[in-house]
Nanobody, 120 residues
Framework: QVQLVESGGGLVQPGGSLRLSCAAS????????MGWYRQAPGKQRELVAS???????NYADSVKGRFTISRDDAKNTVYLQMNRLKPEDTAVYYC??????????????WGQGTQVTVSS
């Protein structure tokens, strides 16, 4: 049993910044890849950024240069620093992680989502 708890969402003006956090808890042996996804009303969920256990990162073209993903394995936490936010960034943001509950069991988990609204 693993749970991902997200925080940091809210209302911000265009050009502003937000920092999202997602902490994993429960039966965790280790965490492999972690990522952030987002979904706007009426649209398909899309990958925003991901980070491997080794620290390699990947970003959607729409956020490259504005968003930064990072992780703190000691805290089982992944972060998404969002700068120069645009109205089109408005969405529910979900964290995702591949987690080893044991040394032989790898499972994928989703957070509950946190709302990010960019509006003047």
């Amino acid at each position: 049993q693993v749970q991902l708890v997200e925080s940091g969402g809210g209302l911000v003006q265009p050009g502003g910044s937000l920092r999202l956090s997602c902490a994993a808890s429960g039966r965790i042996s280790s965490i492999n890849a972690m990522g952030w996804y987002r979904q706007a009303p009426g649209k398909q969920r899309e990958l925003v950024a991901s980070i491997t256990r080794g620290g390699n990162t990947n970003y959607a073209d729409s956020v490259k240069g504005r968003f930064t993903i990072s992780r703190d394995d000691a805290k089982n936490t992944v972060y998404l620093q969002m700068n120069r936010l645009k109205p089109e960034d408005t969405a529910v943001y979900y964290c995702n992680a591949d987690i080893w509950s044991t040394r032989w069991s790898l499972q994928n988990y989703w957070g509950q989502g946190t709302q990010v609204t960019v509006s003047s």
